[in-house]
Each structure stands twice: as structure tokens, then as C-alpha cells.
């Protein structure tokens, strides 16, 4: 106690930068984690009798401890997953909350399965033969749970750490996950970290840590420390174990609060969940692979749809611009100096006095025609406008919103009669309370009003869900709602579910009604795009994230990559940090930096705090915008690569950035590389120049293969499995790498938004030869309307393959996994192709060809080919 105290205060004491800890509990104050952290392991739970469902789907396990009795429901789901859920069976047991919308829809429904029973052991496995290669395997007594793939055991539960206490206030489950063979954890989205779990239990950890567990409790995380694992905005109840051999993972579908210590050991690792409420409903992925893993939790918490094509453009924000006049003047400016721009953003000022779905009169103007001015002039400009909507509604007799809401669709205090009534933005307000349908519909229908759309959705296309832990002004309540409020179920008025059971989904469930309301207005037309703070698992479905409010310091701005991989490995893609940060005011290094590495995040956004001094790009010195200007350019670049990734996330669940260990297991996770895809590797500059001068780059692999480095045009080789140490030239040095074996296609040329692309897409192909020997390469392309779902329910999208080898030239074809794709109407056409190859003979050295294809519509096919002329290869259009 006194080590974990003294070691807080070191912290502290050295950082003038600090969340105000006197308001965030820490785990010997929060009851659940205090009662369970260190309590010995030694539950008894006795195996009594198993029986088998009709359909052989299910196996119930009558378990009893201290009098009670248990029932344990095992199913064996397609794809290697295995799901539990452990309930108290005994007469007259209390019914603990099962959240409900969560889950996929359409989640796999349980296999069948064939049991055997005999010395000791009971083992599921799965009926069809073609599909056995997970099992659960039941120890009865002393009753040990091991999950395992092709016959090797890779996640263990064992009940001795096995705790479910249920009285008056008490609802505590506790348990242990061993991950066998896993030399790292990763997950437990969202936390200002590394992207590996570091143990947790060890009085220090990298020396500056305090010992405390991950905490998982949604909340306005004002001033959140970089590296700490403090709850934040998010929470993804998630963990994966991996080593080079197998990964496994597993989810806790609950959305309550959660602490969790992970410990390593011997070559296995275990995460110790203590949860506040809720239910016992685990999911067991079972790999084997990275890949696979991250499928299996996709499978179970669904994925994205595709996003509009200019939401992958940069967008510029501040808290906030008040006038209509400043909103179209930050767009002027933007264009007049040459910064690609596709949306700006409105925060909480443009309402009228903080009340949602209104405009202050700094927007309508004297004859209330200000804001539908405003964005005809956007929308002719082809720019977006995204506006702020959060949770909370003022409470105001002379608010509609307020008026429609109050008794019906807010959520009540503890005697489930009252209004909430808390302080946020408008002063006094009540929440919606969206667990209840009806109050979903009721708060999404607002997004069509006319008062807030002025007759065009169609610029007003992005919404913007903040506040959504969500924030109470109530420092007594760690700033957000009393746990004790009650939320409503059935939509019946009956308001008998407590907060804390489903405090986590509180965001997951605002960015569902705000989707609903979306499609709605834009009738099912146009693909939502929202924003959200606060995510849960699943959040992918309706919105993009983005790390909330971080400081402009190298420290925050290192942490964003690992906060967005982890988040791209648990489903949620659609992950940004503010640029180049919210709070201060960073010197020019930091910003350009910062917009270096901005860029390779999935959302892009330049934000800052109200109290920070403008920063604009166009604000600053002119050498400094070029800096900026180029990288954002750059962004632009390779949007047919994101949006081709974003495609295959809607497939198949793939990340869209990716540490390096997703595609090569085992590698030594660094958190400042990261991948686009398979083939594009970045490694910005997230070191002072006045530190250090040089910086290093994995290059991972095994040789022969090797990367092409392509930001200093040099094309340098650099073989796999190696690590290259970097001079930074300049300032405009940022590191970007293509595996050899690649195509990696960029729109080649400077753009002011996506708007301006769309109209006709030309292409550039970096073809990427694989050695000198066999000049092999190959990558994918998607197109698609960029707005609409035609590409998903017409199947109207252009997916191909293209392939280059010496004999056949460049080819595209139809992907043969997605056969159904109506293109008629996709034309791309392609300006140039580059091929990069390797020297016949040389390690290091590589030559670059350009071929100017002229505009070549991209569909016919052959159009450049290869020919040998004595040692070379000639590149030659033939058409
Ligand atoms: C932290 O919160 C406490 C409790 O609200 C308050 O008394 C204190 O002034 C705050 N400290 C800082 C540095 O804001
Ligand atoms: C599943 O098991 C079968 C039979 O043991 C094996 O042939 C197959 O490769 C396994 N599948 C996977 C994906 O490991
Ligand atoms: C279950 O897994 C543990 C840990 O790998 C192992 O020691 C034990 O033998 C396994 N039990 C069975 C029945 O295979
Ligand atoms: C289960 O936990 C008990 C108590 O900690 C321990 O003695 C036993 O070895 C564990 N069993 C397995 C298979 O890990
Ligand atoms: C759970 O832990 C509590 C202590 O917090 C203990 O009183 C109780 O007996 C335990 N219950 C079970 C089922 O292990
Ligand atoms: C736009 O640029 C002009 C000229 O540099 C500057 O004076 C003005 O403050 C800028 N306005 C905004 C809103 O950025
Ligand atoms: C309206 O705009 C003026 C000028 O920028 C600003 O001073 C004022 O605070 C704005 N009013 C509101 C309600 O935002
Ligand atoms: C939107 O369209 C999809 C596909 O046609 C359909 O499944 C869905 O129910 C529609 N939603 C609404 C709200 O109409
Ligand atoms: C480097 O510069 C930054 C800001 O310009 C400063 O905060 C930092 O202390 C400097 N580091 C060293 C080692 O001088
Ligand atoms: C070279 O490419 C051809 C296809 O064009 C393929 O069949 C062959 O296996 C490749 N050889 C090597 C060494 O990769």
C-alpha cells in the first residue's frame, strides 16, 4: 500500500501534467477491485452433473459452490470460438443484467457437438469432423476449463480464481485467463499505452509506473496522462495472447466496470479481470493465427461499413469557430494556400446556448437563412460540414427537445421515477436514455429537422458524438452519472436496469441512435459518418473514434499510434488522434511531426482546445506549411490504398494499420512503426531534433525478401529482418517502405478535397519487383460510388486483383472471393506506372522506371508489359 502510494506521488511530483487524481479512484478505493485483487485462489467449485441440449448445441454444467448451485452453458461456435456464460441456477437467485445490442446481429449461431465423458474429463468437440479443430476439455475436480486448438491447450480458466459474489450491493465476478505459451498481451482498448500489456503486478513497471491494474470505466479522462493505465473515454473488454506459434484471445461481453492485472510467467501470461456487475458471458477466439483472431472478435462484434470516401480526407476543427463568416473564411484560407481539405468541423458554440439540434444567431443571422447559405456555399466548394451533437439535453421549458424528452426518455435517478438531472455544457441537463429504443428514435428523429439541416443533409454529413461517457460535471462522481441511476429496458417505462450494469455501452448506444437517426434522413441512402469519444465493443458499426482530449507532446503523440492499432486490432478501424494535439501550443517541430504521423491514422484531423493559440496550417511560418502542406498531401495520395483497406475490413474484419506483429508473429512489437495494410510500412519522426539526430527502422521478414524505401525517392533496399538506422535529413523526412512483392496503387497528383477525385479518378501503380530474378508483384484495388451503400446492397463496386509477372505484363481481375461485383459504371483510369526492381546483382541498389500510361482506362487490361532486352527489363505500353 505504502509502495503504491509513494510511487504515485513520484509521478506526479515530476509532471506538471496530470488528470486530477484526487477525482479518478484508483483500485484500493473502488470496492470490486479492492475485494478481489489479491484474494487467494481457492474457490472450490464442485462438478455435479453436465446434459446436452435436443440439438447437441449446448452443454449445462451443474456446478456447486457454498450451497449454491450454478449452471455453466458451453457452445462451440463456427470459426473457432468457443462461448460461456456462468449463471446462478439456485431458487430464488437474483437475475444479474445481460446487455443486449452488443453482439453482431447475425452472430454465428452454435455448432453441434459430441461429448465424451470419462476419467475425470468431459470433452466438447465439435460433431463434424471437417471442423474439429477446437475443443473444450473439462477437468471435473479440481474443475479446470482448457480451450484448445488442434489438441494443444491455448487459454486455461481455472475455478479456483473463480469468483461470483452477489448480496445487496455486492455483484462481483472475478476470474483468471491463462494464456498458455503467450509471450505478450495485447488489448483492453482504451488506454493511453504502449500496445502491449505491461504486468501489472510488479511494484514497478519500466520503472515509472504505479501498480495498479487496467481500469476499464468509460469517463471524460480531463488531462489524461500519456502512458498510464487510466480508464479513458472507451472500453473494449478484449485480450489477445500471442507468440510466434499461436494467438488466442478472448471477450468479456459486459459493460460494467472492469479492472484487470495481467502478470507474465514462464512463458505464459493471465489477466485477472475484477468486475463490478453484470454478467458472466465469455468468448474464447481461439486463433490460431493474429489474423484469425482478430476475424473471430469481428465475427462476434461485427464490422464497418464502408465510409464515405471523403471522411479519409483531412479535416480541420477548433473549438471552436463561431460564425458562419469564420467557418467560411478557415475554408478560404485552406484553399488559398493550397491545403487539401475536405470537412470542417463545428463544436458546441454554433448551438443556440448548448442546445443540440439548434443554431446560435451567429449561424442563421437576423433573417435565419445564415446556416443554409453557409452550406450551399460548402457544398458547391465540395466540402463537408460536421457538427457536434452530444448526449445531454438542457433542461429548458422552452426547449423542444427538452419538452418531448422530460419524463418519458431521460434517464431517472436511483428511484426510477425522477429525471436525471446533472451539469454538463448547458448547465442543468437530463441524458437520453438510450438503452431504451424509444428514446433512441426520439433523440435519432431530431437529425432530420429542418431547423438543424436547413435543406442540406447532403453537406451537413458528418455528426459529431461527444460527452458520451458519459461526462456529468460531478467530481464526486468521477464526472460522470451516479452508478445507482436506472435506465429502462423494454421501452416499457419501467426503469429497471441500473447504470452501472451498463455504464460502458452508455456511447455505444448514443452513436446507435445517432446512426438510426442518420439513415433515417438521408433514407438509407448514404453511409452515416459519425464521430464518437466514448466506443465500446462493436462501436465500429456506427462510428469512427478518436483518442479524445490529448496534449500536443511527444509523449501523446507516441501513444496515438499504439491507441489506434489496438484499436484497429479490436475491430474498431476507424481510429485518429487530434492533430497535433488538443491541449497547448506546440512549437513548429512538434506540429509538422505531429502532421507526419497524423497521417498514416486512419481519421485525420487537425483540433485544438479553445485555450490554444490558433494553429490552422495556414497559420504558420511559410516553411513550416510546406512541411505540413506535404504531408497532407501526401495523405490524399494514398487514399485508394485506405479505401481499399477499409473495404477489406467490411470482408473479412482486418485491421486497416497494423503493428508489425499482425502479419509477421513473434516480431518485437515497436509502437512508433506501423503498417498500412500488408504492403506499406511508416515510420515517422516522433524524436526532437534537439535529442537525437538518427532514427531506427525494422524492417520485418525474413530474408530473401526485402523493402523498397520511397519517401527520399531512392528506392534503397533494405533486406527484411534487418533494422536500418536513419539520419533525418530534414524536416520533410518521414520514413515509408514497400514490400518488394507489392503494387500499391496512389492517386499521384495534388487535389484540393476527395470531391475533386471522385469526378475522375486517375491512378498511379507503384509496381514493387520482387528480385531480379522473377519480377513478381501484386496488389488490390476497390472503387466504389464513395457515398452510397450500392456497393454493398447492389454489389456496385470494382474490387480487382493486380498482378504483375515478366510474361503476362500488368493484369486485373476480378478478385474470385467477391464474383458478384457490378463495375459497369467504375471507370479508373491510369496515369502512370512505376516499377521499382532491384539491380541484377545488387544487395542494396534498385532502379526505378516510369511509364506514362496516358490516362488508359484501368480496364484494359495489358497494358504495360515486360521485355527482356539482354540482362534488363524493358517496360513497354502495348495497346
Ligand atoms: C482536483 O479535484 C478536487 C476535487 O474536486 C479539487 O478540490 C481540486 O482543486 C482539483 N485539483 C486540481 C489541480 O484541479
Ligand atoms: C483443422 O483440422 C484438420 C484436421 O485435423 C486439419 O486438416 C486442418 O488443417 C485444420 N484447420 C486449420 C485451419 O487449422
Ligand atoms: C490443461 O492445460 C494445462 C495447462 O496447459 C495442462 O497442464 C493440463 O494438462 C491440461 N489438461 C488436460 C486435461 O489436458
Ligand atoms: C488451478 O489453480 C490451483 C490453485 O491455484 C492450482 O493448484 C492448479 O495447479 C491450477 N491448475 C491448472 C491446470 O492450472
Ligand atoms: C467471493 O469472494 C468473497 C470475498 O470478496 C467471499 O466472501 C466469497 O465467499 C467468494 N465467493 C465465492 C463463490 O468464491
Ligand atoms: C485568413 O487569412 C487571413 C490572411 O492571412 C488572416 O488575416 C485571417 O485571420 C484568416 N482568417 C481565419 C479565420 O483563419
Ligand atoms: C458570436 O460571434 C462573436 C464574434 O466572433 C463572438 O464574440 C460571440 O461570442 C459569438 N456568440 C456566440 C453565442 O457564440
Ligand atoms: C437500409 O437498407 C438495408 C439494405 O437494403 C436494409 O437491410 C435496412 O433494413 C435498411 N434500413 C432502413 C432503416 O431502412
Ligand atoms: C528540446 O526542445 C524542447 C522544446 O523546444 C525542450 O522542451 C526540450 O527540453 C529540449 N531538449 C533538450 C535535450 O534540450
Ligand atoms: C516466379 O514466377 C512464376 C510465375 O510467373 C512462378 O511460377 C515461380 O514459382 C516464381 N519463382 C519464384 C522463385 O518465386
Redesign the pocket.
Known amino acids: 500500500m505504502l509502495i503504491r502510494l509513494y510511487i504515485i506521488l513520484g509521478v506526479y511530483a515530476a509532471s506538471s501534467y496530470a488528470a486530477n487524481h484526487t477525482v479518478f479512484k484508483t483500485c484500493t478505493q473502488v470496492g470490486v477491485c479492492n475485494r478481489l485483487r489479491d484474494m487467494p ?2 474457490a472450490q467449485w464442485t462438478y455435479i452433473k453436465h446434459n446436452v441440449n435436443g440439438d447437441n448445441t449446448l452443454v449445462t454444467v451443474k456446478l456447486e459452490i457454498q450451497k449454491k448451485t450454478y449452471s455453466l452453458f458451453i457452445g462451440l461456435l463456427e470459426n473457432h470460438k468457443v462461448r460461456l456464460q456462468l449463471k446462478d441456477t439456485s431458487r430464488g437467485a437474483k437475475k444479474r443484467h445481460e446487455i443486449k445490442d452488443v453482439l453482431y446481429p447475425d452472430i454465428p449461431k452454435s455448432i453441434r457437438i459430441t461429448t465424451e465423458d470419462d476419467d475425470g474429463f468431459l470433452t466438447i468437440v465439435p460433431n463434424d469432423a471437417t471442423m474439429r479443430n477446437h475443443s473444450v476439455l473439462i ?1 471435473k475436480s ?1 474443475l ?1 476449463l482448457n480451450f484448445t486448438y488442434n489438441d494443444k491447450t491455448l487459454v ?1 480458466l ?1 475455478s ?2 473463480l469468483n461470483m459474489s452477489y448480496d445487496k450491493t455486492i455483484r462481483d465476478i472475478g476470474f483468471t485467463v ?1 494464456f498458455e505459451d503467450a509471450q505478450k498481451l495485447y488489448g483492453l482498448h482504451h488506454h493511453a499505452y504502449n500496445l502491449e500489456l505491461p504486468d501489472t503486478t510488479l511494484k514497478t513497471v519500466n520503472g515509472s509506473h504505479w501498480n495498479e491494474p487496467f481500469r476499464l470505466w468509460n469517463s471524460d479522462a480531463r488531462d489524461f496522462e500519456a502512458d498510464s493505465p487510466m480508464a479513458l473515454y472507451g472500453s473494449v473488454p478484449a485480450i489477445y495472447g500471442h507468440s510466434k506459434k499461436s494467438t488466442a484471445g478472448i471477450f468479456l461481453h459486459n459493460a460494467a466496470e472492469q479492472w484487470v492485472d495481467i502478470s507474465y510467467s514462464h512463458g505464459s501470461a493471465s489477466a485477472r479481470f475484477m468486475v463490478d456487475s453484470g454478467s458472466f458471458d465469455l468468448f474464447v477466439m481461439l486463433g490460431p493465427k493474429p489474423e484469425d483472431v482478430v476475424k473471430q472478435f469481428t465475427d462476434l462484434t461485427g464490422r464497418a461499413h464502408m465510409p464515405q470516401l471523403w471522411t479519409l480526407g483531412y479535416h480541420q476543427s477548433r473549438w471552436s469557430y463561431y460564425t458562419k463568416e469564420e467557418v467560411l473564411e478557415v475554408v478560404k484560407n485552406m484553399t488559398q494556400n493550397d491545403f487539401p481539405l475536405d470537412a470542417i468541423w463545428l463544436d458546441i458554440d454554433y448551438t443556440d446556448d448548448k442546445k443540440y439540434f439548434t443554431w446560435s444567431k451567429n449561424f442563421t443571422g437576423e433573417d435565419g437563412n445564415g446556416v443554409r447559405q453557409m452550406l450551399k456555399i460548402l457544398g458547391d466548394d465540395g466540402r463537408k460540414l460536421v457538427a457536434i451533437v452530444d448526449p445531454h439535453i438542457k433542461v429548458d421549458e422552452n426547449y423542444g427537445v427538452y419538452e418531448e424528452g422530460k419524463n418519458k426518455h431521460f434517464v431517472k435517478v436511483k428511484d426510477g421515477r425522477t429525471d436525471f438531472v446533472g451539469k454538463c455544457w448547458p448547465g442543468n441537463s437530463s441524458y437520453v436514455d438510450f438503452l431504451n429504443s424509444a428514446a433512441r428514435t426520439y433523440y435519432g428523429n431530431h437529425y432530420s429537422d429542418n431547423s438543424f439541416n436547413h435543406g442540406h443533409p447532403e453537406v451537413l454529413a458528418g455528426i459529431w458524438n461527444d460527452m458520451n461517457e458519459p461526462s456529468v460535471d460531478d467530481d464526486q462522481h468521477e464526472w460522470t452519472m451516479p452508478s445507482d441511476n436506472r435506465h429502462s429496458s423494454k421501452g416499457n417505462r419501467k426503469f429497471d436496469v441500473e447504470h452501472r450494469d451498463i455504464h460502458n455501452m452508455y456511447g455505444f448506444l448514443h452513436t446507435m441512435a445517432t446512426h438510426e437517426g442518420l439513415i433515417n434522413r438521408d433514407k438509407n441512402g448514404t453511409r452515416p459518418f459519425i464521430l464518437t469519444r466514448s466506443h465500446f465493443a462493436g462501436s465500429q458499426r456506427f462510428a469512427a473514434m478518436w483518442t479524445g482530449d490529448n496534449r500536443a507532446d511527444w509523449p501523446h503523440l507516441k501513444n496515438s499510434y499504439s491507441e489506434c492499432m489496438l484499436s484497429n486490432l479490436m475491430g474498431h478501424v476507424f481510429c485518429g488522434a487530434d492533430v497535433p494535439g488538443f491541449f497547448g501550443d506546440p512549437d513548429p517541430e512538434f506540429s509538422y511531426r505531429a502532421y507526419q504521423a497524423g497521417i498514416w491514422l486512419p481519421f485525420f484531423r487537425g483540433h485544438a482546445h479553445k485555450d490554444a493559440k490558433p494553429r490552422e496550417p495556414y497559420r504558420y511560418e511559410p516553411e513550416v506549411q510546406e512541411i505540413i502542406r506535404n504531408a497532407i498531401r501526401m495523405r490524399y495520395k494514398y487514399i485508394p490504398t485506405w479505401y481499399t483497406l477499409f473495404y477489406e475490413h467490411t470482408l473479412t474484419g482486418a485491421p486497416v494499420i497494423r503493428p508489425l506483429f499482425y502479419h509477421y508473429p513473434g516480431t518485437v512489437n515497436r509502437n512508433d512503426h506501423i503498417m498500412l495494410g500488408r504492403d506499406i510500412l511508416a515510420r515517422p519522426v516522433f524524436e526532437p531534433s534537439n535529442e537525437t539526430k538518427t532514427i531506427e527502422v525494422h524492417l520485418p521478414g525474413n530474408p530473401p525478401d526485402f523493402w523498397y524505401r520511397v519517401d527520399d525517392k531512392s528506392s534503397k533496399i533494405i533486406i527484411a529482418g534487418t533494422t536500418e538506422i536513419i539520419p533525418y535529413v530534414d524536416a520533410n523526412t518521414s520514413p515509408v517502405f514497400y514490400r518488394a512483392g507489392s503494387i500499391v496503387v496512389l492517386w499521384d497528383y495534388d487535389v484540393s478535397s476527395t470531391a475533386e477525385t471522385v469526378r475522375s479518378p486517375r491512378i498511379t501503380l507503384y509496381v514493387n519487383c520482387k528480385d531480379d530474378k522473377n519480377h513478381t508483384a501484386s496488389g488490390r484495388l476497390y472503387h466504389d460510388d464513395g457515398f452510397s451503400f450500392d456497393y454493398e446492397n447492389k454489389n456496385k463496386h470494382l474490387y480487382v486483383d493486380i498482378t504483375f509477372t515478366e510474361e503476362t505484363g500488368l493484369k486485373f481481375e476480378e478478385v474470385p472471393e467477391d464474383p458478384d461485383q457490378d463495375s459497369e459504371d467504375m471507370k479508373i483510369y491510369v496515369d502512370k506506372v512505376i516499377y521499382n526492381e532491384r539491380n541484377s546483382g545488387s544487395t542494396y541498389k534498385s532502379t526505378r522506371h516510369e511509364i506514362d500510361v496516358d490516362g488508359n482506362l484501368f480496364s484494359n487490361i495489358d497494358i504495360v508489359q515486360a521485355i527482356r532486352n539482354d540482362k534488363e527489363l524493358v517496360y513497354k505500353l502495348t495497346r
Request: charged share 10%; no cysteine; net charge positive.
Open positions: 485462489s481457492t477437468h479440481p479446470v486455461v481455472n479456483s480464481s491463462k
